[in-house]
């Protein structure tokens, strides 16, 4: 079986197996969404970017369930998909802000922490690894469900949903200050770290 971790680029695909071409394929559909969402925002098309907000972020379950499923584990998906996520989460919140700004506004502090600490966890990592992280971990696997099912229902439901808004933001930036002392712990990028532990284990490991 070719090794799946070789794959590095996109002119990599085209040697690569079916499976790994088309789940990268379905990963790829989130950074490509995104401008099409940005300008469905600021033509104040709400009714078609809801809908296609709702896919990319069904499009990142799909595309983890598949790859776990045929074992497809590539550098190069790991990269896309962590662009993918932060792109797909950026265009739901520039579409909070222009449709929802008065939520904003209220509770703008809950919104600034998580965005502060994503700014942070990223300069460290492109410090330390020149490059985004791209950990994976079981944290940020809930974070981004959380993050997906409150964003599509700000888009779909007229009252918002505050449980689910505090859940989200409490795993998130929970999420994140696991990610920037993993940064701190892992000398060298890797991808698919579950977790601190997981981290703090392999540190353990390579220094014995």
Known sequence: MQDN????????????????????????YRIIAFPVLIILIFTNR???????????????????????????????????????????ILAGVIGLGVAKLDFLKEHWIIFAIPLSLFFIQMAMAFKRYGKMSSYHT?????????????????????????????????????????????????KEWKTNVHGLYWAMKEKSGANN
Do not use: H
């Open 5 to 28: 971790k070789k794959i590095t680029k996109l002119s990599d695909l085209f040697k690569a197996s079916g499976p790994v071409r088309w789940i990268n394929a379905i990963t790829l």
């Open 46 to 88: 709400f009714d078609i970017f809801k809908w296609m907000l709702i896919i990319s972020f069904f499009t990142d379950a799909v595309d983890g369930i598949l790859a776990r499923k045929f074992n497809v584990n590539s550098v190069l998906g790991a990269k896309l998909d962590s662009i993918g996520d932060d792109l797909t």
């Open 138 to 186: 079981y944290l940020a696997k809930a974070a981004a469900i959380l993050q997906g099912f409150f964003m599509c229902s700000m888009f779909l439901f007229a009252s918002p949903a505050y449980g689910l808004f505090y859940a989200t933001a409490i795993v998130t930036t929970m999420e994140l200050i696991e990610e920037i002392i993993i940064v701190l712990v892992l």
